[in-house]
Structures are given as structure tokens and as C-alpha cells.
């Protein structure tokens, strides 16, 4: 695989805010006219370690190298996952999750991180709600103004398509490591949508970010990916009522919450 | 005879200063209990040296008499409810603001909280024992002997584990799943007149081997409770409004399930 070491403006900002930058995703290109543009944070997690709860027993596991995986979750707001969400207050904590769901938001979770790290290429799709492929992920628009929905002609096109592919990936031990990773988002026509004027076209997205502290990454994943999964199936215009969606179940010694 | 002292700008800040702690500290106590006044009463200790448990906030107690269809049990349940939010569960909550409802729920989730469930309103009589064992979701143990009852269940929520940056899986440490629970009762009455149920317990978590992870803690919550009878309708429906979007993973487990369902 590729060893490209970071630019050295992603350096810079790497050592601004430690693992959660805005500066480490590029961006290129658009659907159609409609940006795309989840650059204003990014958190990577490397998932090497699980917890299983048998006949009310909590027990931590490690993951071996072919079961770790790598998730990603990109969004155009500007949010602190430095702190455990769920220690915010609730006004706070209802403020940060309306905030995501009426963003420029894409959550990918199952990067094999054995097959990155061979330079293998990986590419899941959602046709139009029917989901395939090596990874599961969410992509959602910010909320849309009126100006912009009247340039949407017939619709955003319903077949997605994402390839993901490992510039770099580095589990760093004992430092956390840190991943480089090329996303392609394609908007495509899905069978069953009118012919011709749908917003369709290639968005691409470079992500540089060191990988955040596992346990604590996972904790706010677990909010962020059901908001995602609900404003992708929601659409622009209802993605507002995803705020409110529960939190995935997040496992410590005291047990499942 | 006392040494008087001739008032002096000293003196005075001084004075000044104490009054002005007091008041702080009415405004702190206010501040932090939120209504001002607390429900009830618990207070618990526990063996673990970093662990503390705190439920204290909102203390009641209440009696399942009716199911949802509302057919009257003869002798119903009682339900004693334990939270680290405070709340008024006699007040009607639905009466607050979407937001603070919200937040509400949520520190439910994130605090202490443990409900005790009696099977039988006419067993809950000063000086009864009550034991239960859990491994897991099953139990495995109600009652010993012909002195500790059975028909006693519970349902625990230790706050989450607070993360931060250093937060590893390694350092996870669970606690022991199988879970004893003996409740002694000091006082219940049911009448018209202050009806409250009080007792003290003691909670114990013991590592199972082969099931349990081996640095599973083991150790005790004990403390005591005093928890005053809210009437059933107000009491399952603020508890369902602190739900939230919980649902039926609820943090107090009320309103109860129906009978023979576990909590």
C-alpha cells in the first residue's frame, strides 16, 4: 500500500485540534449544481476492540486484524467530538444533534481495515433505499432553500455509490494512527425515476485525520449514525425531524445504555 | 463577663461576608435541587473505591393498582422509584416546557437511578426482608427461608462511564452479573395520612466465573431510602414523560410491566 505522508498543510492542522479537523477533508466537485460539502468536521475510528454482554456479563474483547474495522463520519457543521456527548445538557446536546441532521452529513461504518490497508478498493451503494456492498453508509443534504429546490428539476438521482480507497492507513500504537482515504459519492438515475433532469454527478472527498480515541469515537458515533441513516432515508426536506433519533446502545462496565 | 467589642469596618465585612456566604449557599442548595425541595430521600455508600452511586435526587413510591386496562389488583405492587433528577412526582410534569422535559430526560439517562418492585402491597410491612437474586436477566433466587420473602425485583441503571480521550476498552471494568438484592422495610404506611414506604438495602455484585470477565468488581451498594406514595396515574405518567424516546428500556422501569413480565 501507499505510505503518502500527509500534506503539510493537513500537519498544520492536525496540530491545531488533535484528531477532529475541518481543514483534513478536500473536496471536489458537485451533484449537478448542488454541493456537497461535509468539510466541517471529520472523525475517523479504528474499531479494535468489542464488548459482549452474555447472560448480563460485560466483557471486553480485543478484535483481531481481519475482524478491525474503520468508520468515518464527515459533516458540514463544525462540531466538538472531543467530549462525550452524552455529558452535554440536553439543550445543548438537542442544539449539536439539529445541527447534524440538517447537514451536509456522510457516516460510513465497516471499512475493512485489513483490505485498506492493502490499497483495496471498497464500494457499497444504496439503490434507492436497496443497500449492497463491502461497507454500510448514510448520505445526507443540508437543508435545502427554496432557490435551490427550484434547480433540482425532476430530483436528486436515488442511486448512490460510494468507492472508497486507503491512500494510508497507520494504526499507530501506541499514538492511535491515522488514515488518508479517497471517497467517491455518485448520484446516479435509479430505475423507476423520470429520464433526464435529475441531480446526478460525482462528488469526491479526501479525508486526512488521525484517528480518534476509539471508546470515546464509537460513544458519539452512536449518535451521529442513526441521525445519518434517518436524514438519508428522510430526505433534505424531512431530515429535521431526524434530530430526535435514539442513540445506538453503547456498552461500559456499568452495563448497556 | 463576655469581652465587648467595638463594631469596626472589619467586623462588619466580616459579618457582611458570613451573610452574604449564607445566601449563597440557600442559592446554591435551591440551584442545585432545582425545585428547592427534594422527593423523598436516599443515600447509599458503596465498597468500590471510584465508584459512587446516587439516586437520591427524586425518592417515591407507588402502587400498581390498576393494569392498563385498567382492571383493579387486590394486592397490588409497589413500586419504589429512586433518581438522581430531581422532580416533583406529584406535580404533573407535563405542565414544563418541551425543552426542560427534554433535558429531564435526558440526565435520566446519564444518572443513577434504581427501582425496587414488591410483588405484594400486603407484604410490605415493617420489618419484612426481602431478597433477590439475578445473574443477568433471570432470576435465580427470591426469598430465603420462611424469614426473607420472595416477590422482590429490581431494575439498576449505573450512570454511563463519563469518557474522555483516555478512555480505553481496556479499562473497562464490569461489574459482577450476578446481583443480590436484600431489602429490609422500616416503615409503610398506605393510609390517607404521609403514606410512605422506608428501608434500608444492600446490593451486592458477585463475578461469575466462565460468564464474567476476570476483573469483574465485586462489591456492595447499601444505603437507606424513605419514599412517600405518589398517586399511580401521576406517577406512571411523569414517568412515562421522562421516558422519552427510551421507551420501554425506561430508566425506572415504570410504568411496570404487567405481571410475570420481566422489568
Known amino acids: 500500500m501507499s505510505r503518502r505522508a500527509p500534506h503539510p498543510a493537513v500537519l498544520a492542522c492536525l496540530a491545531a485540534l488533535p484528531w477532529a479537523t475541518s481543514c483534513a477533508v478536500a473536496v471536489d466537485g458537485s451533484f449537478a449544481g448542488l454541493p456537497f460539502s461535509p468539510d466541517g468536521t471529520a472523525v475517523a475510528v479504528l474499531d479494535e476492540n468489542d464488548v459482549l454482554v452474555r447472560g448480563g456479563a460485560v466483557v471486553p474483547v480485543g478484535l483481531n486484524r481481519a475482524q478491525k474495522r474503520v468508520s468515518l463520519w464527515l459533516s458540514s457543521e463544525r462540531v466538538d467530538p472531543g467530549v462525550d456527548w452524552r455529558t452535554l445538557g440536553g439543550a445543548r446536546l438537542a442544539e449539536l444533534r439539529t445541527r447534524l441532521a440538517l447537514s451536509d452529513l456522510l457516516v460510513v461504518q465497516g471499512l475493512d481495515y485489513d483490505a485498506l490497508g492493502d490499497g483495496d478498493e471498497l464500494t457499497a451503494r444504496d439503490d434507492a433505499g436497496r443497500k449492497s456492498g463491502d461497507f454500510a453508509f448514510a448520505l445526507s443534504h443540508r437543508a435545502l432553500g427554496d432557490d435551490a429546490l427550484a434547480g433540482l428539476g425532476n430530483g436528486l438521482g436515488a442511486r448512490v455509490t460510494v468507492t472508497a480507497r486507503a491512500e494510508r492507513v497507520d494504526d499507530g500504537d501506541p499514538r492511535g494512527g491515522s488514515v488518508r482515504v479517497a471517497l467517491d459519492v455518485e448520484r446516479e438515475r435509479a430505475a423507476g425515476q423520470p429520464a433526464g433532469d435529475l441531480v446526478t454527478g460525482t462528488v469526491s472527498l479526501t479525508v486526512d485525520v488521525p484517528f480518534a480515541p476509539e471508546r470515546l469515537g464509537e460513544a458519539n458515533l452512536a449518535v451521529v449514525a442513526p441521525i445519518a441513516a434517518c436524514a438519508a432515508a428522510a430526505g433534505p426536506l424531512g431530515a429535521g425531524a431526524c434530530a430526535d433519533e435514539p442513540a445506538l446502545p453503547v456498552v461500559d462496565g456499568g452495563g448497556v445504555h | ?263
Open chain 2, 1 to 263: 463577663m463576655s469581652p465587648t467589642r467595638k463594631p469596626s469596618l472589619a467586623t462588619l465585612s466580616v459579618a457582611r461576608a458570613r451573610a452574604a456566604l449564607g445566601v449563597v449557599a440557600v442559592v446554591a442548595v435551591v440551584t442545585v435541587g432545582g425545585s428547592g425541595c427534594r422527593f423523598g430521600e436516599a443515600a447509599f455508600s458503596t465498597s468500590f473505591d471510584d465508584v459512587g452511586f446516587d439516586p437520591g435526587g427524586t425518592v417515591f413510591a407507588t402502587l400498581d393498582g390498576r393494569d392498563q386496562n385498567l382492571v383493579e389488583d387486590g394486592d397490588p405492587r409497589v413500586a419504589v422509584a429512586m433518581t438522581w433528577v430531581v422532580f416533583d412526582p406529584a406535580g404533573d410534569l407535563s405542565d414544563l416546557d418541551g425543552a426542560a422535559l427534554s433535558s429531564m430526560a435526558h440526565e435520566m439517562a446519564v444518572r443513577d437511578a434504581l427501582t425496587l418492585v414488591f410483588a405484594n402491597q400486603g407484604e410490605v410491612d415493617p420489618g419484612a426482608r426481602f431478597l433477590v437474586v439475578r445473574e443477568g436477566g433471570a432470576i435465580v433466587q427470591s426469598g430465603d427461608g420462611d424469614d426473607v420473602l420472595p416477590g422482590l425485583d429490581f431494575r439498576l441503571h449505573v450512570a454511563p462511564e463519563r469518557l474522555d480521550a483516555g478512555s480505553t476498552y481496556a479499562g473497562i471494568a464490569p461489574f459482577g452479573s450476578r446481583r443480590t438484592l436484600e431489602v429490609t422495610i422500616d416503615e409503610a404506611t398506605f393510609g390517607d395520612t404521609d403514606p410512605v414506604v422506608a428501608g434500608e438495602l444492600t446490593l451486592t455484585f458477585d463475578a461469575i466465573a466462565g460468564r464474567d470477565a476476570g476483573d469483574a468488581r465485586e462489591g456492595s451498594i447499601s444505603g437507606a431510602f424513605r419514599a412517600p406514595l405518589v398517586v399511580e396515574a401521576v406517577a406512571e405518567k411523569n414517568a412515562a414523560l421522562l421516558a422519552g424516546a427510551q421507551g420501554s428500556d425506561a430508566v425506572l422501569a415504570l410504568p411496570l410491566p404487567p405481571r410475570g413480565e420481566p422489568l
